[in-house]
């Protein structure tokens, strides 16, 4: 994962407490968050690895906001796509920290099996049609130091959470949820903003869509795992793409991409 990606949004590089214990952090257009595990110890986890090329900025960041010199209890992954994963290879290695992901995405974290090509055909955006010259699929290789979460649904470290498996965008996609307060990281399940608009992912208008088009895998599941975590009622949910969404809004959104998924999310090749 070598390649810039010459694609930004108005929100790239900014930060922004999202609880007392979430910090969510925009690394050019996908969103990575800081779990505080134990504030006193400013011990935390690290969910996701941003875009290619992204390492020094996300240790940058992770210093500004727990000192100098820290690194993180673990690296989970929601997913192993190019702009979740950009900075883990040189993270887990320069950090010594294992990476968790689930099982069915280890065909793609361990150099075994590449993704499909991003499809162009899936909407009419450029974001869609630009997607095969920009879009790396090819897997990455972390070895040993990737392991599987715990089939349980607990997450390493994380006490409070457990892991919800939310397939469709890829095989072994994953959401994460606290119960006490109904916090949800739902990585791609769903996204806050229309990623196949250019236009929109520029200036991030926030609005409920389906995971990116382009990259999805299987439609049907990624409907069912939406119902799923509708199901949930988060008061809250961070997404790998767009701005936080809470309340209400995000109640009657959730709700209507469950209800209209077919019109909103599944491929417009019109």
Do not use: C
């Amino acid at each position: 994962m070598d390649k810039l990606i010459p694609v930004l949004s108005v929100k790239a590089g900014d930060g922004q407490d999202v609880a007392s214990d979430v910090f969510i952090y925009t690394n050019q257009v996908v969103n990575l968050f800081f779990v505080t595990i134990d504030p006193a110890a400013k011990s935390w986890v690290l969910i996701d690895a941003g875009m290619p090329k992204s390492a020094e900025k996300i240790k940058k960041e992770a210093e500004e906001h727990y000192g100098k010199g820290t690194k993180p209890q673990a690296i989970i992954l929601t997913h192993g796509h190019f702009d979740h994963v950009g900075g883990v290879e040189e993270l887990a290695e320069e950090w010594d920290v294992p990476v968790y992901a689930h099982s069915l995405e280890m065909p793609y974290l361990t150099g075994m099996q590449d993704y499909p090509e991003p499809d162009p055909s899936v909407d009419k955006g450029l974001v869609a049609k630009m997607s095969p010259k920009l879009f790396p699929n090819e897997a990455i290789n972390l070895g040993e130091r990737v392991q599987s979460l715990p089939e349980d649904g607990a997450v390493p470290f994380m006490h409070e959470w457990k892991w919800l498996h939310t397939p469709g965008h890829t095989p072994g996609h994953i959401s994460l949820y606290r119960g006490r307060d109904r916090f949800l990281i739902a990585g791609d399940a769903f996204v806050t903003v229309k990623q196949e608009s250019l236009v929109k992912v520029t200036m991030q208008k926030l609005e409920i869509h389906g995971p990116p088009k382009y990259l999805t895998m299987d439609f049907q599941a990624s409907w069912d795992s939406v119902r799923v975590l509708k199901e949930l009622n988060p008061s809250i949910a961070v997404t790998g793409h767009g701005k936080p969404m809470e309340g209400q809004k995000l109640t009657e959104n959730l709700q209507k991409l469950a209800d209209e998924f077919e019109t909103i999310a599944m491929p417009d090749r019109s």
